[in-house]
């Protein structure tokens, strides 16, 4: 009776949680295959390869791992992944999709924030049902990357065509601040402590520092040619931004603001993210089809990860 009742209890406690939760997980949009890379990040192989539709640029993972949500590009739709059981469950269309491309939940997981960079729209999903709530006008143009503050009450966006970061206010939708950077304004990232955002200018080869509190730029650092992604460590203390131009990932001291180191990782580096403890970073190197695994420590290429064809776009949960 004992053994019968362990053997519901463990069946229970699976059917309750994701797949793969075991382990932290790697999930990497390949733009040119149309599909995602579900990547073990402790072995560190593809477990999976999951469908879905033309032209994924970015992903975002529901904090809880339950959901996956991709925004299809080409298809002017947004995918939706089961993570209990890596299918994909649901194209989610609206008339004024045009290019979608970034794409953050809230903390909570209960919603789904999608910019629509060739409508001036930002879209809100209710991630249970997988329909829209509400669709907000931007003044802005090319709103293209998208995150959230931790405690789900401001939502941060890059416009890569005027210039600027938009902040948005969740509990009422409203942007209330379109914060002017560099140009290209594209890649982004809010720090650990959330006081700062840093924002890679792809057309000006610099970074914009912006004071959240203030919503003003207060510095502008030299960066690489083109400086497309960023990451912050946990522990805050350092920004890796990747250089799609000269094939490095850009390490930078954040007190200093000062780059103390360049990264050798490949053909067009794209997406980098940071592992939860710090110690790698995952960056997708588009020319090569491979995630290459930076040590936090050393600074150096330990692995390389072949997943899909072109990608780009990493999240690590």
């Known amino acids: 009776m004992k053994s019968l009742f362990s053997l519901l209890l463990i069946v229970g406690l699976s059917a309750a949680q994701p797949l793969g939760q075991a382990a932290p997980h790697l999930f990497v949009v390949n733009k040119a295959a149309d599909s995602v890379s579900v990547v073990n990040a402790t072995t560190p192989r593809v477990e999976s390869t999951i469908a879905v539709g033309r032209n994924p640029h970015e992903l975002a993972v529901a904090p809880n791992g339950l959901k996956l949500y991709v925004p299809d ?3 002017n739709s947004v995918s939706v992944i089961d993570l209990r059981t890596y ?3 649901k194209e989610i269309l609206h008339p004024n999709f045009n290019s979608p491309h970034g794409v953050a939940f809230t903390p ?3 919603r789904v924030l999608v910019t629509s960079e060739g409508s001036h729209k930002i879209f809100v999903l209710d991630a249970a049902s997988d329909l829209i709530l509400r669709v907000i006008e931007t003044p802005e143009s090319g709103t293209h990357m998208a995150t959230t503050n931790k405690a789900g009450t401001w939502a941060y966006f890059t416009n ?3 210039n600027t970061v938009s902040f948005m206010d969740l509990s009422n939708y409203r942007i209330v601040a379109n914060v002017p950077v560099g140009r290209g304004a594209e890649g ?5 402590d959330e006081k ?6 792809r057309s000006d080869a ?4 912006i004071n959240v509190a203030r919503r003003n730029a207060i510095a502008k650092l030299p960066a690489g040619s083109n400086p497309i992604r960023l990451a912050f460590a946990p522990d805050g203390k350092h920004v890796l931004v990747s250089d799609s131009a000269s094939g490095n990932v850009d390490v930078y001291d954040v007190q200093t603001r000062k780059k103390i180191q360049s990264v050798a990782v490949g053909s067009n580096p794209g997406g980098v993210v940071v592992s939860s403890d710090g110690k790698r970073a995952f960056v997708a190197c588009q020319g090569a089809n491979e995630i290459r695994v930076i040590d936090m420590q050393t600074w ?7 997943v899909g064809e072109n990608p780009d776009g990493l999240a690590y949960q």
């Open 300 to 306: 150096k290429v330990t692995d390389k990860i072949a």
């Open 206 to 209: 610099t970074i914009s520092v």
């Open 73 to 75: 590009v080409a298809d």
């Open 196 to 201: 700062e955002i840093w924002v890679g200018n």
């Open 108 to 110: 909570d997981s209960q």
């Open 160 to 162: 890569r065509e005027s």
């Open 188 to 192: 982004f990232a809010l720090s650990p």
């Open 87 to 89: 299918s994909h469950t």
